[in-house]
């Protein structure tokens, strides 16, 4: 008799359960779809996808190897890319710049054990050493190119977890601290080429480069680097409007100590004419390069 009520139970929640998935399921598509086309749009607008015409997979567009190609693109260090495309996981591939591997996915998985004295890795659910771990990504480089191209790595440190980094060397790999991927990659080909550190760079061109053919500068805001600037301009008839630079060091040799100019990262002529400046300034906070770096 039990087994009989248990049965009988069993298909009532059967008979019940099967409507119930014909119209939720649906629903739960639709509402899948919806949060998934602002991902869909952002990575269609990525350097990444007009370079490689890649195909859109489940949130790509927040993806670490696209987002890092994107910044290198859009800041055009001379960094080489190339897709691994073996592997499954969009983007995934190798920067490098010389012969060193940039490594860009390490920083959130590592750890330092001043006991040991050694740099760690989580990895699946093991741990090992990361100078172990290291090699064997240059190795595995090595073996993609089909040479021994890479010697040396760079790894990126979490600058929350990390306050400093701890005095231990390698010789194939150093670190790098990710207060900001892109400015720390600068500052690091930089000094390979003897070029002053950007700190320094950013201090000399400060306040530099403020002329503007029919228009006066009114407010020129920094980021917390000094790398990037928002400059808030006036026209002749009274109307404003605003232009996002950013620091470009040079690659060849200027002839000065600081090979560096402020380029216009934005369409200049077809941003909106305001009232005033507040109107400006207003539309300006909106910005994403102003969110991103200057909040």
Do not use: H
């Amino acid at each position: 008799m039990k087994t009989f009520f248990k049965k009988f139970g069993e298909a009532i929640s059967i008979v019940f359960a099967v409507p119930i998935l014909i119209i939720t399921s649906p629903i739960l598509l639709i509402g899948f779809v919806i949060l998934m086309l602002p991902n869909y749009f952002k990575y269609k607008k990525t350097c990444y996808y007009a370079d490689t015409k890649e195909k859109y997979t489940v949130f790509n567009a927040d993806l670490t190897y696209i987002n890092f190609y994107d910044s290198i693109k859009k800041s055009d260090l001379p960094i080489d890319y190339y897709r691994d495309k073996e592997t499954k996981i969009a983007g995934y591939g190798y920067f490098v710049y010389r012969n060193i591997l940039i490594i860009c996915d390490f920083d959130n998985v590592i750890y330092f054990d001043s006991g040991q004295n050694e740099w760690f890795i989580y990895e699946e659910r093991d741990v090992i050493l990361l100078r172990e771990k290291v090699e064997e990504e240059i190795k595995k480089a090595n073996g993609f190119f089909g040479e021994n191209r890479c010697n040396k790595a760079i790894l990126f440190l979490d600058a929350e977890t990390f306050d400093e980094i701890p005095e231990k060397n390698y010789e194939n790999f150093e670190f790098l601290r990710d207060t900001d991927k892109i400015s720390e990659l600068l500052d690091f080909i930089s000094k390979e080429n003897g070029v002053p550190p950007i700190e320094k760079i950013a201090d000399y061109v400060y306040d530099k480069q403020l002329s503007f053919t029919d228009y006066e500068d009114v407010k020129v805001i920094y980021s917390t680097d000094k790398t990037k600037r928002f400059i808030i301009l006036k026209s002749s008839n009274g109307f404003y409007k605003y232009t996002y630079e950013e620091i470009s060091v040079c690659d060849y040799d200027t002839g000065s100590e600081y090979p560096a100019f402020w380029e216009t990262k934005d369409k200049f002529c077809a941003q909106s004419f305001f009232g005033t400046e507040s109107e400006a300034l207003s539309s300006m906070k909106q910005e994403s390069e102003y969110i991103k770096y200057f909040e």
